[in-house]
């Protein structure tokens, strides 16, 4: 079965940002704990047999909804002072909330989990960013290969298993992008309850996949990678315990481009150079920003001086995440030269190319390519987006921009980042939100 994901419900922003550009950005801040990671954790929370905790949970509009739909399984979820705790419940009720479940993009991997757990489920089509339309086909075929049988209809997804339950299987996550990230969770998830060994053949690598994988080992899950797969022996019992969320690789990518376009320079903590996809870091250097880690253990950026065009293509780990991608484009608006991104994880990403034109970026796309021709004088603007790097390009484009724009999407922006406005306030940027609420687009 194959199914695209739908758009997401229509929420609203209570406030808008207003940012005058022109400062370079210089000090220190500390990383938060990945939402990407942390959103998978949280489904992978739904399989234990005790109370666990996770440590480091960002401060994020995807986490306090994760908590809500959780409780609505039966769990008891709790957030408090950055620690997400999971007591399980007595009995599963095997629904994904409707509402809450078309918020993030993680449904199918929580749906998982509660198949996993009592052998049936249904679920809403996954929400979240509307950068593009998703395959969720090998979620699907993960719980097919686990011995459910889905249907769908217009409002979401049913899986039911026979009395048995989950079973052991092989299923393979490989799309024409690469593996997919999500449905290897989804199907460790599985495989973790399954009663055998189970293997994923092209796993992903991303540090969401090996931080779950590593959280279940921690509980007792025999997890085993070699040339064939992810190998997962499934177990009866999954302890409790605590687990600490990986910096955010994304967060602190975002932070260096903001240092760089402006001109100035960045001390991270929480993070070390080794927690950076290659990618990445090659992509930076290329630009003229260099990382290197300091004597206690944070990353730092000195001043880059002029900046330089590169041509990058994202990948999977270890290469230039997708979602660094945006922020990527609006730092290269200050570079010498045409630089070139080029998208290989999704088919197309250049939902962040309008607004940045608004602030008067020579920047277009053609196909999975991104060309930037720099440097550009950028000006105020009035600008929105309805993803979260997307809005996060935009802002660091006012952030260079001469004079005061105006940037609405904050909605998004909450839901990746915790901190990431006061973080730049700490930095030196000139930064005000204005309550307002209006409908998203």
């Not at 996060?392 to 260079?400: E, H, K, N, Q």
Request: charged share 15%; glycine share 12%.
């Amino acid at each position: 079965m194959s199914a695209v994901a739908s758009p997401s419900s229509a929420v609203t922003d209570d406030v808008v940002v207003q940012v005058t550009g022109g400062r370079p950005l210089s000090g220190r801040i500390t990383v938060q704990g990945s939402k990407n990671v942390a959103l998978h954790l949280y489904a992978a929370a739904l399989l234990v047999d005790a109370p666990v905790t996770l440590l480091g949970a960002p401060a994020i509009l995807d986490t306090d909804v994760c908590a809500r739909i959780l409780t609505h399984t039966g769990a008891q979820a709790t957030v408090t002072g950055g620690q997400f705790t999971v007591a399980p419940a007595n009995r599963v009720q095997p629904v994904i909330h409707s509402q809450l479940g078309r918020r993030v993009r993680t449904t199918c991997v929580l749906a998982a989990a509660v198949l996993a757990r009592c052998g049936r489920v249904a679920f809403p089509w996954p929400g979240g960013d509307a950068v593009c339309a998703r395959l969720i086909d090998r979620h699907l075929a993960a719980m097919e290969a686990a011995g459910a049988v889905v249907s769908n209809n217009e409002t979401g997804m049913f899986a039911q298993c026979g009395p048995g339950g989950v079973r052991p299987f092989a299923v393979d996550v490989g799309t024409p992008y690469g593996p997919s990230l999500g449905a290897t969770v989804t199907a460790l998830l599985l495989a973790a309850r399954a009663p055998g060994t189970s293997l994923i053949i092209s796993p992903s690598i991303e540090p969401e996949v090996t931080e779950t994988a590593a959280f279940l080992a921690d509980r007792g899950v025999h997890v085993h990678w070699d040339a064939a797969g992810l190998h997962v022996t499934g177990s009866a019992h999954i302890a409790g315990g605590t687990f600490v969320v990986a910096g955010d690789r994304i967060e602190a990518a975002t932070m260096i481009m903001a240092a760089a376009a402006t001109g100035g320079s960045i001390r991270l903590g929480g993070i070390t150079t080794a927690d950076l996809p290659d990618g990445l870091t090659a992509a930076l250097a290329d630009a003229g920003a260099y990382l290197a880690d300091t004597p206690g253990g944070e990353v730092h950026m000195p001043p880059a001086g002029p900046l330089r065009a590169v041509e990058a293509a994202t990948g999977p780990h270890p290469g230039l995440p997708t979602d660094t991608a945006p922020q990527l484009a609006a730092m290269l608006t200050q570079a010498h030269g045409t630089s070139q991104i080029t998208e290989r994880i999704y088919p197309q990403r250049d939902t962040h190319l309008h607004g940045l034109t608004a602030f008067g970026a020579a920047i277009s796309s053609k196909g999975p390519a991104v060309l930037v021709h720099g440097a550009s004088r950028l000006r105020a603007a009035q600008v929105e987006a309805s993803d979260i790097r997307a809005v996060t390009a935009l802002l660091l484009a006012g952030l260079v921009a001469e004079g005061t724009s105006t940037i609405r999407g904050m909605y998004h922006l909450r839901r990746g980042y915790g901190h990431l406005l006061s973080n730049l306030a700490t930095l030196g940027a000139d930064i005000t939100t204005i309550p307002e609420a209006r409908p998203c687009p």
